[in-house]
């Protein structure tokens, strides 16, 4: 609820610029929050709601899976491909493994499975 409270006072805060407010959330809301969400006019997204076009949906529509969803992603991997603004897993598939050697520094072994598990998430 707070953090639907904060969303709309700063739209009211900047409204000469923006048409409407939208709170948008990786986790879920209350439904004291959607219900304020709604009172206001405020659109607002979150992982499963509203019903068509949540965040589930929108990701798993557009394959838009980051990175760290991937089981070989995990500490100074997760940073390194941070780092050199691969967020997103298709963004890995869109590399050949020498580009991605290149811009991370990771070994073949190491790429080669991050690769093999990005391809898995975006083509299942």
């Given at each position: 609820?707070?953090?639907?409270?904060?969303?709309?006072?700063?739209?009211?805060?900047?409204?000469?610029?923006?048409?409407?407010?939208?709170?948008?959330?990786?986790?879920?809301?209350?439904?004291?929050?959607?219900?304020?969400?709604?009172?206001?006019?405020?659109?607002?997204?979150?992982?499963?709601?509203?019903?068509?076009?949540?965040?589930?949906?929108?990701?798993?529509?557009k394959?838009?899976?980051?990175?760290?969803?991937l089981?070989?992603?995990?500490?100074?991997i997760?940073?390194?491909?941070?780092?050199?603004?691969?967020?997103?897993?298709?963004?890995?598939?869109?590399?050949?493994?020498?580009?991605?050697?290149?811009?991370?520094?990771?070994?073949?072994?190491?790429?080669?499975?991050?690769?093999?598990?990005?391809?898995?998430?975006?083509?299942?």
């Open positions: 609820m707070k953090v639907a409270l904060y969303t709309y006072a700063r739209f009211l805060d900047l409204k000469d610029y923006f048409d409407y407010s939208w709170l948008a959330t990786n986790t879920k809301c209350s439904p004291d929050a959607v219900n304020y969400a709604k009172s206001v006019n405020m659109k607002i997204t979150t992982w499963n709601y509203p019903e068509k076009e949540n965040l589930q949906e929108l990701i798993e529509k394959k838009l899976y980051p990175i760290t969803i089981k070989s992603v995990k500490g100074n997760k940073e390194r491909l941070s780092q050199v603004n691969i967020n997103l897993a298709k963004s890995i598939v869109d590399y050949n493994l020498e580009e991605l050697k290149s811009k991370t520094g990771f070994s073949d072994k190491v790429l080669n499975q991050i690769i093999k598990d990005a391809k898995e998430v975006c083509f299942y």
